[in-house]
């Protein structure tokens, strides 16, 4: 375990519904991630929350929505999604933003948009 | 930005055998550079890193190594078993600009009994 954990593990949603993705540290983090993984791409960086504050937005459509609470849990809010957004979406923390740490990984949320 | 290139993709060895994955980088500020190991169903986890200050690092069967001049860092994977089977990433840090992990594209490693 790494000691960063999603919920849920599967989820199946149609194009109209609203779901969130949830993610939670355990590693005294500051910094919290979101990436989208597909087949045969890399890792593409979605969003950065350094101390609750964003400090990256990739050029992310405005149907995904990141929420930050606190430094140990991250949100993913989900609404009208397309098929081609199905992929595994990882959270992932480390120390700080902006230096050259380790990034500790989740297991991932399937995602199926039919 | 950063670009991270990964070769090859795909990397069958026979059990016992040694693995090379290789990646070049474009940003010369980037400055470290972590190996990822993904497993079927888990996220990506940490097996090895080495920063900018560093040309080699040994962690039992498993090294990296870096050339600066050159822009690029290989992993080595001796005595292959099958359990090492997997998806590897690398992975560059850019201390410039961005300050984001930029990823290779990832070899699937089979090591075959």
């Known amino acids: 375990e790494t000691g960063v954990t999603q919920t849920p593990r599967h989820l199946v949603m149609g194009m109209t519904n609203k779901k969130s993705l949830k993610c939670e540290q355990h590693?005294?983090?500051?910094?919290m991630y979101w990436y989208k993984q597909s087949a045969k791409k890399p890792l593409e960086l979605m969003f950065v929350?350094?101390?609750?504050?964003?400090?990256e937005n990739n050029s992310v459509p405005s149907r995904f929505s990141p929420e930050c609470p606190n430094s140990s849990h991250l949100f993913l809010h989900l609404h009208t999604l397309q098929p081609e957004d199905s992929a595994l979406y990882l959270c992932?923390?480390?120390?700080?933003?902006?230096?050259?740490?380790?990034?500790?990984f989740g297991p991932g949320t399937r995602l199926t948009v039919l | 930005g950063e670009n991270v290139e990964q070769h090859p993709s795909t990397l069958s060895v026979q059990e016992g055998d040694s693995a090379v994955i290789k990646c070049t980088y474009s940003?010369?500020?980037?400055?470290?550079f972590p190996w990822y190991k993904q497993e079927l169903g888990k996220g990506p986890q940490l097996i090895i890193d080495?920063?900018?200050?560093?040309g080699e690092k040994k962690d039992q069967r498993i090294a990296v190594t870096l050339n600066k001049t050159a822009k690029h860092f290989s992993l080595h994977i001796t005595e292959t078993q099958p359990e090492d089977s997997a998806v590897y990433f690398c992975?560059?840090?850019?201390?410039?600009?961005?300050?984001?992990?930029?990823f290779g594209k990832g070899t699937k490693l089979s090591v075959i009994p």
């Open positions: 992932a923390s480390s120390p700080s933003e902006g230096r050259a740490d380790t990034q500790y």
């Open positions: 590693l005294g983090h500051n910094a």
């Open positions: 929350y350094n101390f609750k504050e964003q400090t």
């Open positions: 940003d010369s500020a980037s400055n470290y």
């Open positions: 080495i920063r900018s200050n560093v």
């Open positions: 992975a560059a840090f850019s201390g410039a600009g961005s300050y984001q992990l930029t």
